[in-house]
């Protein structure tokens, strides 16, 4: 129904940048977010930026002023990108689709990307 397809990922020294990148293909025209999520081993995954269809954005606390979400229409891609990145940046990225039901409360389709890896260095 919709895949995505992740980018961008590598090895950077604490204090860096990266730039992700997530091409969405198949039936896009009811997703109503897309959302950056990320899990370091043994840990639970955690979401990290969202941008909704409309444009507006959300991070967490943990990346807040450090990270950029945004998307470009013309080729269906959702970015991240990631400054004066931190040890604890450290996990596999993952790109997420989902469509919400009429109050936005609830996600009725949710689809998943393969993951990126993203280390940074101390």
């Known amino acids: 129904q919709v895949q995505l397809v992740e980018s961008g990922g590598g090895l950077v020294q604490a204090g860096g940048s990266l730039r992700l990148s997530c091409a969405a293909s198949?039936?896009?025209?009811?997703?109503?977010?897309m959302v950056w999520y990320r899990q370091a081993p043994g840990k639970q995954r955690e979401w990290v930026a969202r941008?909704?269809?409309?444009?507006?954005?959300n991070y967490a606390d943990s990346v807040k002023g450090r990270f950029t979400i945004s998307r470009d229409n013309t080729k269906n891609t959702v970015y991240l990108e990631m400054t004066s990145l931190k040890p604890e940046d450290t996990a596999v990225y993952y790109c997420?689709?989902?469509?919400?039901?009429?109050?936005?409360?609830?996600?009725?389709?949710?689809?998943w990307g393969q993951g990126t890896q993203v280390t940074v260095s101390s």
């Open positions: 997420n689709a989902r469509k919400y039901d009429g109050s936005y409360s609830t996600t009725i389709q949710n689809y």
């Open positions: 198949g039936n896009i025209f009811s997703l109503n977010a």
């Open positions: 941008i909704t269809s409309g444009g507006s954005t």
